[in-house]
């Protein structure tokens, strides 16, 4: 069934699991025929010039449309539901301040590759030619793989990070807001190595591409700091007990405990620890378990846990979050949470590929994705997002800074530079920044 809904009725009725605004507008609708064409010449990889062309023409009044495909319940929900909340965002800063019409489509993944797929193809069947999501590596690579690519969509994830996705023969349609792993496991080697002071280590990840990638990009970083690993000890999600898998994990004695996974599991993981071993124990966790609830959850202040995560750290990030703590009702110290910021330039950076495109159409809009992050260009950020949209339309260069970071994305659609947060839990609830870590590809 489709139903043609009002913008902020989009942000106000978003469901924990439903489908939120199917509005019926398919791609190729021809809203994005404009007047003319501006095309812009750029040198190819052989040294030939290669043109891309802008097809917008200045024309404004038409439907742009995106997907929003993220986990609302399941393992991830508990993240997951800022993130959405996040990328539809854009909706609510842009509302009124465009001649664009805003069309979004929100999904729920459930933090399982298929229902993701199925959720993918209603959107896929909507004609939503680009999508904010997944969250989950895992969940990214069976939609991306089973969904987008063939049916010639972009996506944009806020917050999947595995090295695998890099590798993806994807034509040009996946990008990511968030960065690859191999970043991360060498940020969370030099904490390791450096802050920690530890020589031996073991982790214990969740058996999926974000996990086991993960695990080995900080193994690898960690013996070339001349670390030594005692064990790696994988383990599935959602299971009742934990301790055999913690037992592995501590058997070596490790100086430093990697735990990898997701608050469903690592909430009972936790209470385990906390149950049967030593709470001692130095711990690192890392995205995916910076929860604020997590202390809460588990009983516990989490005094020994310490971890990393990708920091939002943009030109935009302060209008963000204001516009954030705003419309969902936020203390002004209250943080939007982990990858929230990646998820609101996401969407940002699909909707001014769509304008620049001047259609709902996957493959042009995939063509601009390049363009209007990376220099140069006239500066967009989240701020005047609205005036951005209207250049990108009119054939303008324009060149997105975030909420997140600068955003500028090489061959493979990942991230050239990131921002780190090393952070610890408050007890009670909460999450304490301790420092900023600053890496490049």
Known sequence: MSQRINRRDVIRGVGAAGIVGLAGCTGGDGDGDGDGEDTTTTESDDGGDTTTTQSGGGNTDRTISQGVLLPTTGGLADLGEPIKNAAVLPQVVLEGETDFELDFNVQDTQTDPNAA????????????????????????IAVYENVFIPSGMVGCSPASTSPDITDINDNGLVYRTAPTDALQGRVLAEVATERHEASTAATMYVNNSYGQLLSDSFVSAFEERGGQMTDQVSFQKGQSSYSSRLSQALNGDPDTLVVIGYPESGIQLFRDFYADFDSDVPIMVTDGLRSASLPADVGNSLDNVTGTAPLAAGPGRDYYEQQYREEYGLAEDEDPGVFTAQAFDATAVCLLANAAAGENDGAAIAEQMQAVA???????????????????????????????????????GDLTAATYEYFGFQEGGGIESIDTIEFSA
């Open 117 to 140: 797929q199925s959720a993918a193809q209603t959107l896929r069947n909507g004609g939503y030619p680009a999508v904010t999501g997944a969250a989950s590596s895992e969940v990214s």
């Open 374 to 412: 990376n220099p140069e260009g006239q500066e967009v950020t989240p701020e005047n997002l609205a005036e951005g949209l209207e250049m990108a339309a009119a054939g303008e260069d324009v060149n997105y800074n975030g909420a997140s970071s600068a955003i500028a994305f090489d061959e493979n």
